[in-house]
Nanobody, 131 residues
């Protein structure tokens, strides 16, 4: 059974930092894409960042230069370091994973639900940034 469990959300002031964690279990594909998307109330889901099994990363333009995605394969953990947070970053952040076929690339766009095969996501962790 695949489980993705997010943690690390909270409330910070503009300019602050947070580190989100995603604990992954039961996901055994050798080629995979794992990452984050977010959704604010009344808005559509938005890409954030993704990383593949080789450590190649992809970022949405809105977070490039401020957010850093990483993974620790030994611990089955994935992280999102968020710096210089802005009120516009306020959202529920979801960890997501998908299987990569030979034709797929891991991008912050196709980590959104429905973008890849064997697509899973967690329950989310709330990030609130006040001005």
């Amino acid at each position: 059974q695949v489980q993705l469990v997010e943690s690390g959300g909270g409330s910070v002031q503009s300019g602050g930092s947070l580190r989100l964690s995603c604990a992954a279990s039961g996901y055994t594909y050798s080629r995979y894409c794992i990452g984050w998307f977010r959704q604010a109330p009344g808005k559509e889901r938005e890409e954030v960042a993704a990383i593949d099994n080789d450590g190649i990363t992809s970022y949405a333009d809105s977070v490039k230069g401020r957010f850093t995605i990483s993974q620790d394969n030994a611990k089955n953990m994935m992280y999102l370091q968020m710096n210089s947070l802005e009120p516009e970053d306020t959202a529920m952040y979801y960890c997501a994973a998908g299987k990569l076929t030979q034709e797929d690339y891991c991008t912050s766009t196709n980590i959104l639900p429905g973008g890849l095969e064997a697509n899973y996501w967690g329950q989310g962790t709330q990030v609130t940034v006040s001005s």
